[in-house]
């Protein structure tokens, strides 16, 4: 059963750091392109970051460019978003997605290119 499970989230303050992490099961994470999106109360979700299959190619939205950070440990079958400088702005749930077993790809900044999604973790960034 694919499975995609993000934890990490929590309640900070301004300036801090934190670490998601989303964890796969069912499938090999590496073999796949794995976005991180976020939605916060009231808006649209967006896509912050993207991380390639194989080569590890990695792509940063301009918006959070600089604090944003994307990896893979395919040892742990898990990929990370590691943001630093947190800011009352960020505040969202964080999603992670996998393009698993669709045959479509509209390019990393598009929620149609992932087909399995995890359930999110809250992020809250206090000033």
């Known amino acids: 059963q694919v499975r995609l499970v993000e934890s990490g989230g929590g309640v900070v303050q301004a300036g801090d750091s934190l670490r998601l992490s989303c964890a796969a099961s069912?499938?090999?994470?590496?073999?796949?392109?794995i976005g991180w999106f976020r939605q916060a109360p009231g808006k649209e979700r967006d896509v912050v970051s993207c991380i390639g299959p194989s080569d590890q190619h990695t792509v940063i939205a301009d918006s959070v460019k600089g604090r944003f950070t994307i990896s893979r440990d395919s040892a742990k079958n898990t990929v990370y978003l590691q943001i630093s400088h947190l800011q009352p702005e960020d505040t969202a749930a964080y999603y992670c997605?996998?393009?698993?077993?669709?045959?479509?790809?509209?390019?990393?900044?598009?929620?149609?290119?992932?087909?399995?999604w995890g359930q999110g973790t809250q992020v809250t960034v206090s000033s």
């Open positions: 069912g499938f090999t994470l590496e073999h796949h392109p």
């Open positions: 997605a996998a393009l698993i077993v669709g045959r479509s790809w509209y390019g990393p900044f598009d929620e149609k290119s992932y087909d399995y």
